[in-house]
């Protein structure tokens, strides 16, 4: 089970921590990855972590704004947001159990969220 939190209302250029919480004792076991959607538009990759932490990935609408992260002690994964856009509305998503090579694919991940919704004011 994952569970996200963390989201809000912020204004342009303000920042937001996003956390999942994953039960169960895999977590270190599942490459996990961020996910978002805007009204009206499909679910689009934001942010992707392999098991370890070794290896991230990001889609190019967020490099060098967003940081994902995860602690296996505390099986917890983490997006930090920076220098937020309007844009950046939508509700997001935390995933897990992707293989490396459809990290960023909704379709290649086994377990969700439930989504927290992100909104970012002009």
Do not use: H
């Not at 004792?25 to 599942?30: I, P, V």
């Not at 689009?44 to 994902?68: H, L, Q």
């Not at 220098?83 to 293989?99: F, H, I, N, Q, R």
């Amino acid at each position: 089970q994952l569970q996200a939190s963390g989201g809000g209302l912020v204004q342009a250029g303000g920042s937001l921590r996003l956390s999942c919480a994953a039960s169960g004792r895999t977590f270190s076991t599942y490459n996990m990855g961020w996910f978002r959607q805007a009204p009206g538009k499909e679910r689009e990759f934001v942010a992707g972590i392999t098991r370890s932490g070794g290896s991230t990935y990001d889609a190019d609408s967020v490099k060098g704004r967003f940081t994902i992260s995860r602690d296996n002690a505390k099986n917890t994964v983490y997006l930090q947001m920076n220098s937020l856009k309007p844009e950046d509305t939508a509700v997001y998503y935390c995933a897990a159990g992707a293989p490396l090579v459809q990290i960023a694919t909704a379709k290649g991940y086994m377990y969700w969220g439930q989504g927290t919704q992100v909104t970012v004011s002009s």
